[in-house]
């Protein structure tokens, strides 16, 4: 008899990888969810039961990161999000020796 029945839950779960969006969030069978910001841009495992999203791990290289959870569009619209820094390099000389005289 098994002593754990979620760990025998989980091996028979579907699994499927995706890459993390740069938003830190993937879709799984058209739904969107979250996951950590720092695993943005990179390939990870996800587990679940096709027919029950209720439960998406998150694992890389077989050890277990977490929980993806389900991205509620409403509290996701009013996020603010970081604007893209502007490097001198991505600059044209002119901006460049511009920012510089400031």
Do not use: C
């Not at 995706?18 to 950590?36: M, Q």
């Not at 495992?45 to 290289?61: A, G, K, M, N, W």
Request: hydrophobic residues 35%; without cysteine.
């Amino acid at each position: 008899m098994v002593s754990d029945p979620e760990w025998v839950r989980r091996l028979f779960m579907k699994r499927e990888t995706r890459r993390v969006n740069n938003d830190a969030t993937i879709t799984l069978l058209g739904k969107l969810f979250e996951v950590s910001p720092s695993l943005i841009g990179q390939r990870i495992e996800v587990r679940f039961e096709p027919r029950i999203l209720d439960t998406v791990l998150i694992y890389s290289d077989d050890e277990f990161l977490g929980e993806a959870k389900p991205v509620n569009l409403a509290d996701n619209a009013r996020i603010k999000r970081e604007r893209y820094n502007q490097s001198v390099t991505d600059l044209s000389f002119h901006e460049a020796l511009r920012k510089e005289e400031r």
